[in-house]
Every structure is written in C-alpha cells, then in structure tokens.
C-alpha cells in the first residue's frame, strides 16, 4: 500500500539555522511526491514537488530531491526565517489512484 | 483565477444536527477530492469526485457522510447527525481533467466543531 511516514515535531530552530525534516515513503507503482505547508488557520499551500527519481524540487529556499533508492524526500533550507514557522507536510501521490496521502505533518517554530 | 473555495469557513452544529460543506473547484478543474484533518493530525483522504460520478470513496465513513458534485454547481459534503467526534478540518481540493503532474490545488478548509 501506499504511506508517507515524516519526522514528528514540533521542530525549534533559531532563525538562519538548517532546516531538515525527514520523509520516508512506501508506495505502488510510481509515485509523485510533495511538500505542503500550512500556516495556522489556513489551507494547504503547495511548497515544491518531483514527479520521478532523482527529481529535485525546490522553492522559495526549501529544497527536496526524490530518493527512489532510499524511499526519501526530505525537506531541507539553508537558513530558515521566522515566517517559515508553520505546519509541513510530505505527500504522494499514485498516478494511478489519484488520490494524495499525508504524513501527520511536522511543526516548524523558527524563534528570532 | 480564482482558487478553490469554501464555505463556510466555521461552521457550529449541536449533536445530531446536519452539516452541508460547500467547495467550488477552481476555473476549468473537474476533479474534486474531500480531506478531513483531525487536531493534530494529518489529512486523510474521503473521497473523489468527478462531475456527477463518485471515482473513489474509499475513506468516507459507511454511515452518515455522502458527497456529491452535480453537473453545476459546487460539490457537497454531507455530515447527518453530527456527533463530537466528526469536529475537524475538512478541505477540499480539485485538480485540472488532464492532471499529467497530479497536482491538487486545496481551499482553506471548513472547520467543523460540534457541540
């Protein structure tokens, strides 16, 4: 079956510190992957995705290569700012089930 | 263009009382999914329409829940009798007929607390 398994938060970083939250993944077939992030009282908004092995995503600093051979798509930025802190979450998706699931999400607070 | 929406956004109900979420799909999209989040949690998949067909409801609850998304208008997610444990996020999302990069695009959520 399909599953996204990530790092349990919450993560407290202090700002311009290195950011790493950990996604691992069991999936059929050939899985897109995804990172979501969710500011407090809001939808999901789509960070960065990869639709096929070593594909790297990136945006707006954050970054995630797609590890087929280690099941991976870890989330990674150089130097977080405090408008980062927010909820992220690691997703795929199966071409063919066209549906999406989640990891349970990992709390990111960036203090000043 | 506009994103997906939703409506409401709050939405109070006493126990057993009906809940009606309301979510429109963004511009030229016919593919909707239905979400519920927990506290604490992450989504968790209910169900995927298309217009006027259900393609996968294999996460909605065998009692109580329906959803439907007619050929116009906005899909429903249909809650009968609320009890304390349906309280949660649920969100909405649509993507585009040919999704060759399987993006969803979600709303802001309707945020469900039965009393």
């Known amino acids: 079956g399909n599953s996204v398994t990530q790092m349990e938060g919450p993560v407290t970083l202090s700002e311009e510190a290195f950011l790493t939250i950990n996604c691992t993944y069991t999936a059929t077939g050939y899985p897109s992957l995804f990172w979501y992030v969710q500011y407090p009282g809001e939808g999901l908004q789509l960070l960065l995705k990869?639709?096929?092995?070593?594909d790297k995503g990136s945006n707006k600093g954050f970054e995630a290569t797609y590890r087929k051979e280690t099941t991976s798509f870890h989330l990674e930025k150089g130097s977080v700012q405090v408008s980062d802190s927010a909820v992220y979450f690691c997703a795929l998706s199966s071409y063919n089930f066209n549906k999406f699931y989640f990891g349970s999400g990992t709390k990111l607070n960036v203090k000043p | 263009n506009a994103g997906v929406m939703q409506n409401p956004r709050h939405l109070v109900r006493r126990r057993g009382q009906e809940a009606r979420l309301r979510c429109s799909p963004m511009?030229?999209?016919?593919?909707v999914y239905w979400y519920r989040q927990l506290p604490e949690e992450g989504l968790k998949f209910m169900v995927y329409l298309q217009k006027e067909n259900i393609i996968d409801e294999s996460g909605m609850p065998k009692e109580r829940f329906s959803a439907e998304f007619p050929k116009e208008g906005p899909s429903i997610l249909r809650i009968q009798q609320v009890v304390r444990g349906d309280s949660a996020a649920y969100f909405c999302a649509s993507s585009p007929a040919v999704a060759g990069d399987n993006e969803q695009f979600f709303g802001p959520g309707t945020r469900l607390t039965v009393l």
């Open positions: 511009k030229g999209h016919s593919h």
């Open positions: 990869a639709t096929k092995a070593d």
